[in-house]
């Protein structure tokens, strides 16, 4: 252990309540130590919920371990309690660059080059954007066509409405179609990341036990949201003519499918 | 204004099982009202459910379903709900495992009703 970490950990040890929290966690994350440095953020934002700083180094600490849209949920936080913080615009600019929404991009990166200008990696991630932003315009959108495999073959919607993702948003199998016809498994996927990890965060921060299933009620349609093994989580979307309570019997059916399948995998 | 809120989640909390109720500005996550059991954090509960309702608010937009409704996060021993007010508002709810789940969803969409 550092001396400078050494030192903050002690303050924190003094005063669990103090301010302190923030420079050790960065401590730890510029260390690479994120298990730590994640610790350290969330046992600071228990005392301190609304402090902006605070939510800023959490974003930091997920976003370094990969969790893009989880890290960009905390910059929102941080931009609802203090809207002109560099750091969150910063971050939701690189967020954004991420996902492939350049617009959100620019806009962010402008607002945090505007809150410090004096912020060169700032300015340099305005010219990759921009870079790239011209280049997007000049070439047209490549349409991908995935080949995935049938594990939830007899159940009804197997390839348009089950999607088997793995923890850091990357499809496994089944698969997605918007109203319509679409194929938007990936881009679901991807939001879908982090998800396991957020509720989990909310049973053990709500005394709530085991995070079993997660089922949200669209205007045009329900998804359920369930983790068949801890390296994959089983989204099922149907229309609204599914009643809720159904929804939960075919996500029970396909989790189970699920389980064989990856576990197949494993042998 | 806070009689009126503070009328709508007692309409919910008095659901057998609900440990506690909450309004939370949508986008942002902040407290409007709370009606809480001692020992249940507001600002975790509000920053949590409005985390939730974004990222499924992406995939559900994404998957053409719309906005999420109402959000049902199933714990072992507790769970969540969340359902969106007219006003953009969320109608946050803490309650034990086995409560009558139909029930606080009908009570939450009048709360949220109520609230607009």
């Known amino acids: ?267 | 204004m806070t009689t009126k809120f503070q009328a709508a989640l007692d309409s919910v909390t008095r659901v057998r099982g609900v440990r506690g109720a909450m309004l939370v500005a949508g986008d942002d996550g902040l407290v409007v009202a709370e009606s809480l059991m001692e020992g249940i954090r507001g600002n975790a509960v509000a920053a949590l459910a409005a985390s939730l309702a974004k990222r499924f608010r992406r995939a559900s937009e994404t998957a053409a379903y719309g906005l999420p409704q109402f959000i049902h996060l199933q714990a072992s021993q507790g769970l969540l709900l969340a359902a969106l007010a007219p006003s953009g508002m969320l109608l946050v709810v803490v309650a034990e495992a086995d409560i009558n789940v139909g029930l606080a969803r009908l009570e939450m969409l009048r709360a949220g009703e109520a609230v607009a």
């Not at chain 1, 001396?3 to 929290?21: H, I, K, T």
């Not at chain 1, 905390?74 to 615009?89: C, K, N, Q």
């Not at chain 1, 410090?116 to 991908?144: C, E, F, G, W």
């Open chain 1, 1 to 267: 252990m550092t001396d400078d970490v050494r030192a903050l950990s002690a303050e924190l040890a003094r005063d669990p309540g103090s301010l302190v929290f923030v420079a050790l966690g960065e401590a730890l994350r510029v260390r690479g130590q994120l298990d730590a440095a994640a610790k350290v953020a969330l046992a600071g934002l228990e005392h301190h919920p609304n402090l902006a700083d605070g939510h800023d180094l959490y974003a930091r600490i997920v976003a370094d371990a990969g969790d893009v849209e989880r890290a960009a949920d905390e910059w929102s936080i941080v931009l609802a309690l203090d809207p002109r913080h560099a750091g969150a615009h910063k971050g939701l600019g690189f967020a954004s660059f991420q996902r492939g929404d350049l617009d959100a991009a620019l806009e962010h990166l402008e607002l945090a080059l505007a809150a410090d200008p004096t912020d060169q990696s700032v300015v340099q991630a305005l010219h990759t954007v921009r870079r790239a932003a011209q280049h997007a315009t000049s070439q047209p959108a490549a349409v991908a066509s995935v080949e995935r495999p049938a594990v939830f073959a007899g159940l009804e919607g197997a390839d348009r409405g089950l999607l088997l993702v793995d923890p850091q948003g990357r499809v496994l199998a089944g698969g997605l179609r918007a109203q319509g016809g679409p194929d938007v498994a990936e881009e679901v996927a991807a939001y879908l990341a982090g998800v396991s990890q957020e509720a989990e965060r909310s049973a053990r921060l709500l005394d709530l036990g085991e995070w079993r299933w997660i089922m949200a009620e669209g205007e045009h349609g329900h998804l359920h949201l369930s983790a068949p093994s801890p390296s994959a989580l089983l989204l099922l979307a149907r229309d609204k003519s599914i009643p809720s309570g159904r929804l939960a019997i075919l996500a029970a059916r396909a989790a189970e499918m699920a389980r064989r399948w990856l576990e197949a995998q494993t042998l």
